[in-house]
């Protein structure tokens, strides 16, 4: 028997930590961590009687206490986050309505770390990237965007780099079947401070989160806040982004993972 690939989990997520760097200024999280010497008498709370020097160790339990929003961390944005209307006047699906099928499936990945900072990927650059991998879009791809962002998060800058994808440029994938994608970047649109400029130069609002907006025509999902993409390959690996599930949200938090099947170690031998 020849030998088997070996399938290695890659982990695509980013932490829910006290890092300021990881949002911009107001939308960060709030994390307070509890050590078991603090929490004991909680636990002897609930047995009347009890000492905490009979606890072991007088310890109670680790716990932390979390503020923060659906958008913080590794996450999935629901159509609802969008706009209150999807695939043209249809109500959005919130982040519990969002079939799970479209969260596992063909990962791609579109290199992007080239483009400058605050570029607004078209249509024409996604298809000469597929052209450059060699892949055709299949429906039920989940496309990601490597960008230059990956490489600065945690740093103060994150927020501000990497390119944006537009909304000709969401409509092309989403147009072949295409439901869910991702970007490793604080936004799947280009970073603020990036549009802020042409805003103040145009006064044009269709170059306001175009990127999202382009699911008030046809419904889909992305990740935002994805890492560790260079360490995946430009296809041939799956994908699983299955959001927690918020009753009504517009994201709900995800350990997103790739699933990347390698080549047997050279000289392998497979069983008789």
């Known amino acids: 028997m020849s030998p088997r690939p070996r399938r290695r989990i890659v982990d ?40 905490e020097d009979q606890l072991p160790g007088g310890e109670g339990w680790g716990i932390e206490w979390v503020r923060m929003s659906t958008h913080n961390g590794t996450h999935l944005d629901a159509p609802w986050h969008f706009h209150s209307t999807m695939d043209g006047g249809r109500p959005s699906l919130t982040i519990d309505q969002v079939p799970l099928d479209w969260c596992f499936g063909p990962g791609v990945k579109l290199d992007f770390r080239h483009l400058p900072d605050g570029h607004v990927a078209t249509a024409a650059e996604v ?31 994150y927020v501000s780099r990497g390119c944006g994808m537009g909304r000709e440029a969401t409509l092309y994938l989403t ?18 401070v990036h549009t802020r400029e042409r805003w103040l130069a145009t006064g044009d609002p269709g170059l306001i989160w ?59 031998r497979g069983g008789a």
């Open 210 to 268: 175009e990127g999202h907006r382009a699911g008030m025509e046809r419904a889909y999902c992305h990740i935002e806040k994805l890492h560790n993409l260079e360490a995946l390959p430009a296809s041939g690996f799956e994908i699983a982004c299955f959001p927690v599930k918020v009753k009504g949200g517009s994201a709900g938090w995800c350990r997103a993972v790739g699933f990347v099947e390698d080549d047997p170690a050279p000289g392998a």
């Open 127 to 157: 298809e000469a990237e597929l052209a450059r991998i060699g892949h055709a879009l299949e429906p039920g791809d989940i496309v990601v965007v490597n960008t230059a962002a990956g490489a600065a998060y945690g740093r103060p800058d």
């Open 175 to 192: 147009a072949r079947g295409v439901r869910v994608c991702g970007t490793d970047a604080w936004s799947w649109d280009a970073p603020f």
């Open 12 to 51: 695509l997520s980013v932490p829910l930590e006290n890092n300021p760097a990881a949002d911009p200024p107001g939308y960060s999280p709030e994390i307070e961590y509890r050590h078991h010497r603090q929490t004991a008498a909680e636990v002897t709370a609930f047995f009347p009687g009890m000492r």
